[in-house]
Each structure stands twice: as structure tokens, then as C-alpha cells.
């Protein structure tokens, strides 16, 4: 075990081969983030990787930490660990090697929490949707388990969009959200209905969006004037539908240039 390594897997959920969350404590506790934002795991390139993986890409150099940054999953009102929503990539240098942990096992996480992908810049008047693919969805769920309020007059609305069914990994806990609470929507849609026993939602993220699909499933219409839209995952979703919002009158919040934007977006490649 190496004395580089800062942290211990606690707790490993998997939904499906390939596809688990990781709850990781740090040694450094308590850890202090906001919702939204992301930090830093590590292995040592001498960590075996998964059995099924491929080998290791060119370029890993020896007694080298392998480093990748992760969205939080988990509350920023918990202090005592972090939650991260992983996808294995064979090819990759990194997911091989997480997925090849078990409880127990050590890593090392970053001591600092960064990024600006955060609910700081939306008034306590104005709405959120929330548009997420593939583990996209991860900081989504860090900002809806610390603030939303059932009590307040915020409407929340979160979509999350996946090839198939069984990688909807909060589907259970969303839809109790949204079977409970009229401010909260969610609105889950895969894009490979084939031999799966899904019925709901089908088609690309952009494609419902622009078709009004999701509209008249919430009950209301994308308003410049009084919501904050997040999009995080996949870069083809998030330029189009970037572009579609901008047609609606939304602009990209940059904190400087302009304060009063409400696109935000969070790129995972």
C-alpha cells in the first residue's frame, strides 16, 4: 500500500457492469465543497486494472500518479465522505484501475474541491432545470440532496438522458422526489428502446428538448426570464442545446462578462 494514497473506499454500489458509485473518505476530513463542483482521484500506474479491460494507453510512466477529475455525487451538507457516479472506459487509464477497488481499498483524492458549476449565481426566485447525460447527472444530485426544499417556491426540474433504462442509476429516488413534492420534475429518456422494457421517454436529449417534448411533460415552458438551465455531459448535447436556448433568449453565465446569464454547462470531454 502506498504512503501516496489519502483516502478509502468505504462503500461501493453497482447498478449495472461497468456503471457503480464510489463512496470515498478522505483522511483529511471533514471535506468541505460546494454542490456542483468537482475534485481529483489518483492511482499509482502499479494498481491492476479490472479483469476485462483493455491494456494501458501509451504515455502511463511508472511510480507517475494517474490523475482525473470527478464531479461530487454526495451532499455538500456531509462532511464525512465523497460519493462519485463512475463509468467504466476499458481503454482508459484511470476507470480500470477505480473499478478494480473494493472496500477498503486506498486512493488518493485531492485535498481541494473546485469549480464554478454551482446554484451561487440563481436567485431564491428563479427556477432551475437541470440537464444531464450519462453520469452527468452526478452534480445534480449533490445540489438537489443539500437544497431543495419542498417548502420553498422554487420549481426544480431534472433530466437525465441514457442509452438504456437500467443505467437510470437515481431513477428510484428522483421519481419518489417528484411523486411527493409538485415543485420537483423529473423527466428521465433513453436513446436504445430496443430489447428494453422501458416506457418512457425516447429519443436524444436535443431532440426532446426542441420537439417541446419535455415542456408539456413539466407543465411549463423555458423562460430567460425566470430560470437557470444546467447541462452536464456529453459535449454534442450540451452545444445544441446551448444553441437552442440562446434562440429562446438564454445566455452563458460567465461571472465577470456577464452575471446575468443562466446557461451553465459542464463538458466530461
Given at each position: 500500500?502506498?504512503?501516496?494514497y489519502?483516502?478509502?473506499?468505504?462503500?461501493?454500489?453497482?447498478f449495472?457492469?461497468?456503471?457503480?458509485?464510489?463512496?470515498?473518505?478522505?483522511?483529511?476530513?471533514?471535506?468541505?465543497?460546494?454542490?456542483?463542483?468537482?475534485?481529483?482521484?489518483g492511482?499509482l500506474?502499479?494498481?491492476?486494472r479490472?479483469?476485462g479491460?483493455d491494456?494501458?494507453?501509451?504515455?502511463?510512466?511508472?511510480?507517475?500518479?494517474?490523475?482525473r477529475?470527478?464531479?461530487?455525487?454526495?451532499?455538500?451538507?456531509?462532511?464525512?465522505?465523497?460519493?462519485?457516479?463512475?463509468?467504466?472506459?476499458?481503454?482508459?487509464?484511470?476507470?480500470?484501475?477505480?473499478?478494480?477497488?473494493?472496500?477498503?481499498?486506498?486512493l488518493?483524492?485531492?485535498?481541494?474541491?473546485?469549480g464554478?458549476f454551482?446554484?451561487e449565481?440563481?436567485?431564491?426566485?428563479q427556477?432551475?432545470?437541470?440537464?444531464?447525460?450519462?453520469?452527468?447527472?452526478a452534480?445534480?444530485?449533490s445540489?438537489?440532496?443539500?437544497y431543495?426544499?419542498?417548502?420553498?417556491?422554487?420549481?426544480w426540474?431534472?433530466?437525465?438522458?441514457t442509452?438504456?433504462?437500467?443505467?437510470?442509476?437515481?431513477?428510484?429516488?428522483?421519481?419518489?422526489?417528484a411523486?411527493?413534492?409538485?415543485?420537483?420534475?423529473?423527466?428521465?429518456?433513453?436513446?436504445?428502446?430496443d430489447?428494453?422494457?422501458?416506457?418512457?421517454p425516447?429519443?436524444?436529449?436535443?431532440?426532446?428538448l426542441?420537439?417541446?417534448?419535455f415542456?408539456t411533460?413539466?407543465?411549463?415552458e423555458?423562460?430567460a426570464a425566470?430560470?437557470?438551465?444546467?447541462?452536464?455531459?456529453n459535449?454534442?448535447?450540451?452545444?445544441?442545446?446551448?444553441?437552442?436556448?440562446?434562440?429562446?433568449?438564454?445566455?452563458?453565465y460567465?461571472k465577470?462578462?456577464?452575471?446575468?446569464?443562466?446557461?451553465?454547462?459542464?463538458k466530461?470531454?
Amino acid at each position: 500500500m502506498s504512503d501516496k494514497y489519502n483516502a478509502t473506499v468505504t462503500e461501493v454500489t453497482t447498478f449495472v457492469e461497468g456503471l457503480a458509485i464510489y463512496r470515498v473518505e478522505p483522511d483529511h476530513v471533514p471535506v468541505s465543497f460546494e454542490a456542483g463542483q468537482y475534485t481529483t482521484l489518483g492511482l499509482l500506474p502499479e494498481a491492476p486494472r479490472v479483469a476485462g479491460s483493455d491494456p494501458d494507453p501509451p504515455g502511463i510512466k511508472p511510480g507517475k500518479m494517474i490523475k482525473r477529475a470527478y464531479s461530487i455525487g454526495s451532499s455538500c451538507k456531509v462532511t464525512d465522505h465523497f460519493d462519485f457516479y463512475l463509468v467504466l472506459v476499458s481503454e482508459g487509464a484511470l476507470t480500470p484501475r477505480l473499478f478494480a477497488l473494493g472496500v477498503g481499498d486506498r486512493l488518493w483524492v485531492a485535498k481541494k474541491c473546485v469549480g464554478t458549476f454551482t446554484l451561487e449565481p440563481v436567485r431564491e426566485d428563479q427556477d432551475v432545470v437541470l440537464i444531464g447525460t450519462g453520469t452527468g447527472v452526478a452534480p445534480y444530485m449533490s445540489m438537489i440532496r443539500a437544497y431543495f426544499d419542498p417548502a420553498a417556491p422554487r420549481k426544480w426540474a431534472i433530466v437525465h438522458g441514457t442509452r438504456k433504462s437500467f443505467d437510470l442509476s437515481y431513477h428510484d429516488e428522483l421519481t419518489a422526489l417528484a411523486s411527493k413534492h409538485d415543485n420537483f420534475f423529473y423527466y428521465p429518456a433513453i436513446t436504445r428502446p430496443d430489447d428494453d422494457p422501458w416506457k418512457g421517454p425516447v429519443g436524444r436529449l436535443n431532440k426532446l428538448l426542441e420537439e417541446g417534448t419535455f415542456e408539456t411533460a413539466w407543465g411549463h415552458e423555458f423562460d430567460a426570464a425566470s430560470q437557470h438551465v444546467y447541462l452536464c455531459g456529453n459535449p454534442g448535447m450540451i452545444d445544441g442545446a446551448e444553441k437552442w436556448l440562446q434562440d429562446k433568449g438564454f445566455s452563458e453565465y460567465q461571472k465577470k462578462k456577464n452575471p446575468d446569464g443562466n446557461i451553465h454547462f459542464e463538458k466530461y470531454w
